[in-house]
């Protein structure tokens, strides 16, 4: 089905470093979501986009909903052990009754 | 309750076994999803319910894959005669009408050995 493209697949840095990831698709949404998967839980939500060119922080999270509504990046300043993780995009458009599109996930490590 | 229960959060089953996934939801969380996570992968789409709406099976994998959801809350994903490549997390999500975000459960791990 429909799937997002998120990159990059994984990441490895060190701490305090800033990292950054995006998601991109050929479809317009009117939402863009983004998502931390810790180990052995669920996703959960960490930032919510409404509106093309948005640009929304939580904490050292920062994201933005692209002008062309096809695209979202995710940013996260100063990263501590605790940001390790899969962050996911998904993407939502009216027509798709709140359904999410899915990105296919970020893994986030931190070297010692 | 506060967030939505799976159970069991393992389990491991022989090859050809039947399974069943329960999901306890939301209270008043209308909307209700299963997808599948294999080791390391992203979330793949298995079965949609909205309301009393007939639930969207588009993504069950194939017909051994079934859901039910009684009475608008408690949902039972069933998987039969189980197959090695079954083995994932199967996670459930809840949605509140209207809103965008879903919430998770833990998942349960399902190895099929």
């Known amino acids: 089905g429909q799937q997002l493209n998120q990159s990059p697949q994984s990441m490895f840095i060190q701490e305090g470093e800033d990292v950054s990831m995006n998601c991109t698709s050929s479809s317009i949404f009117n939402t863009w979501l983004w998502y931390k998967q810790d180990p052995g839980e669920g996703p959960v939500l960490l930032i919510a986009?409404?509106?093309a060119g948005e640009l929304t922080s939580n904490g050292r999270l920062t994201a933005q909903f692209g002008i062309t509504r096809k695209d979202s990046f995710l940013n996260i300043s100063a990263s501590i052990p605790s940001d390790v993780g899969i962050y996911f995009c998904?993407?939502?458009?009216?027509?798709?009754?709140?359904?999410?599109?899915w990105g296919a996930g970020t893994k986030l490590i931190i070297k010692p | 309750g506060a967030g939505v229960s799976q159970s069991p959060s393992n389990k491991v089953t022989e090859k050809g076994k039947d399974v069943e996934l329960r999901c306890d939801p939301i209270?008043?969380?209308?909307?209700l999803y299963w997808y599948r996570q294999s080791l390391g992968q992203g979330l793949e789409f298995l079965i949609y319910?909205?309301?009393?709406?007939?639930?969207?099976k588009s993504g069950l994998p194939s017909d051994r894959f079934s859901a039910e959801r009684t009475g608008g809350s408690v949902s039972t994903l069933t998987i039969q005669r189980t197959q090695q490549e079954d083995s994932a997390v199967y996670l459930c999500?809840?949605?509140?009408?209207?809103?965008?975000?879903?919430?998770f459960g833990s998942g349960t791990r399902l190895t099929v050995v």
């Open positions: 209270s008043g969380h209308t909307a």
């Open positions: 998904a993407g939502q458009c009216f027509a798709s009754n709140y359904q999410l599109i």
């Open positions: 986009l409404y509106k």
């Open positions: 999500a809840a949605r509140d009408r209207g809103r965008d975000g879903y919430t």
């Open positions: 319910f909205q309301g009393n709406s007939a639930p969207d």
